[in-house]
């Protein structure tokens, strides 16, 4: 990956781990991957750009405990953090404005929820001319009544990728060198 290359990553805040009747699919290996791509954009001194939704008297309610960005993850003092209030990340945010500023042509995008953050974001990076990359198996959601997580993650994976918004890749085939 060259210079103009930066990691998203998406509402991985507290909230998402501490729902007593709903758990992340594959919620333990998806921290994995994302640790992992943390750490991989760390050592290469990648810019990482954190995603964090904020809504007024909820669990994401700005100063929470929930709303803070998960431990494993948390943002260093060069990495930038951006508040959203919607499920896209550039819509009201000054995301645009810190990705021209870097110069950045190129998203790795994690995180979650697939098919409210993730897919929104990656549609909305598409549109502004962003080459996207999803990695697969570092984003999650939760079963929804009508649907499995895992057929949901499967179909935005199917939906977003194969050139149409994003290339899909796993965690293990990222390198950033």
Not at 13 to 35: C, G, R, S, W
Request: hydrophobic residues 35%; contains cysteine; glycine residues 4%.
């Amino acid at each position: 990956m060259n210079d103009h290359t930066a990691l998203l990553v998406v509402d991985v805040q507290n909230a998402m781990f501490t729902y007593p009747d709903f758990k992340l699919h594959n919620e333990e290996k998806v921290l994995d991957n994302i640790t992992s791509m943390v750490e991989k954009a760390r050592e290469v001194n990648m810019p990482i750009v954190y995603i964090q939704h904020t809504e007024d008297d909820s669990e994401y309610k700005e100063g929470s405990s929930t709303w803070e960005i998960h431990q494993r993850i948390e943002p260093r003092s060069t990495d930038i953090v951006v508040q959203k209030r919607t499920c896209d990340s550039f819509y009201q945010t000054n995301l645009q404005e810190e990705l021209k500023r870097l110069h950045i042509e190129k998203l790795v995008i994690v995180g979650m929820q697939t098919e409210f953050c993730i897919d929104t974001t990656v549609r909305s990076a598409f549109s502004k001319g962003y080459n996207n990359i999803l990695v697969k198996d570092a984003h999650s959601t939760f079963d929804n009544g009508n649907l499995i997580a895992s057929q949901i993650i499967n179909h935005h994976n199917d939906i977003l990728g194969g050139g149409r918004f994003a290339i899909l890749k796993e965690t293990k085939d990222i390198s950033f060198e």
